[in-house]
């Protein structure tokens, strides 16, 4: 089934570690991006990548870095984890970046204790 | 700065009546608004996409309506069904910078009950 595949879908992590969540799409699409939600908070914008090769900030950068090396990857990674990134992070593609609407994977469940 | 603003309250209706949702914005003029739905433990699934041109878009038994001077888009859901129930998502979106740029509101939990 074509989509979006994230992993883990769980994941408790020590404050201060280092995690790369995953994110892999089978539908070729061209621009990939990163959220994460809160509750009582909509989807806030971490990071994004037009096209493979290239990446950038969204709303909420800090702590979190990604790679595009290609079309279907897109690892997001915590250099060193604190407790005000547990949340649950979606990963999601659109065909392009002319407002075309996202297709989003199932999330991470991350609890930074 | 931007803001999009959803009702946080449950909205609780009886199944077969019309469920309607609203989202306000502030400080932006979005050139799309998109609706999606969302699952508990589930990604966001896209629903319908209105144009600023567009006054009203029709799918099925959902019905968006887009008023730019209002800054306010409602999403209707008639004869409204129990498998219904969700959290209902309204984003602006425009191309800003070279990225497709959402804006979410924090989305708007529908119950229909038998």
């Known amino acids: 089934i074509a989509g979006i595949t994230q992993a883990p879908t769980s994941q408790i992590l020590a404050a201060g570690r280092r995690m790369t969540l995953r994110c892999t799409q089978d539908m070729r699409h061209n621009a990939m991006y990163w959220y994460r939600q809160d509750l009582g908070l909509g989807l806030r914008l971490i990071h994004y990548?037009?096209?493979?090769?290239?990446?950038g900030k969204g709303e909420v950068p800090d702590g979190y870095s990604v790679s595009r090396a290609n079309t279907d990857d897109f690892p997001l990674t915590l250099a060193s984890a604190v407790p005000s990134q547990t949340s649950v992070y979606f990963c999601?593609?659109?065909?392009?970046?002319?407002?075309?609407?996202?297709?989003f994977g199932n999330g991470t469940r991350l609890t930074v204790t | 700065s931007q803001k999009i603003e959803q009702n946080s309250e449950a909205l609780n209706i009886q199944e077969g009546k019309t469920a309607t949702l609203t989202c306000n914005y502030t400080?932006?003029?979005?050139?799309?608004l998109q609706w999606y739905r969302q699952d508990p433990g589930r990604g966001p699934v896209f629903l319908l996409l209105i144009r600023e041109n567009e006054k009203e878009k029709r799918k099925e038994r959902l019905k968006v309506t887009f008023d730019t001077t209002l800054k306010q888009s409602l999403f209707h859901i008639t004869a409204s069904q129990p498998a219904d129930s969700a959290t209902y998502l309204c984003?602006?979106?425009?191309?800003?910078?070279?990225?497709?740029?959402?804006?979410f509101g924090a989305g708007t939990r529908l119950a229909v009950h038998p």
């Open positions: 990548s037009n096209t493979a090769g290239t990446t």
């Open positions: 400080n932006y003029s979005p050139a799309y």
């Open positions: 999601a593609s659109s065909p392009g970046t002319d407002n075309s609407p996202l297709h």
């Open positions: 984003a602006l979106s425009g191309t800003v910078g070279g990225y497709n740029k959402l804006i």
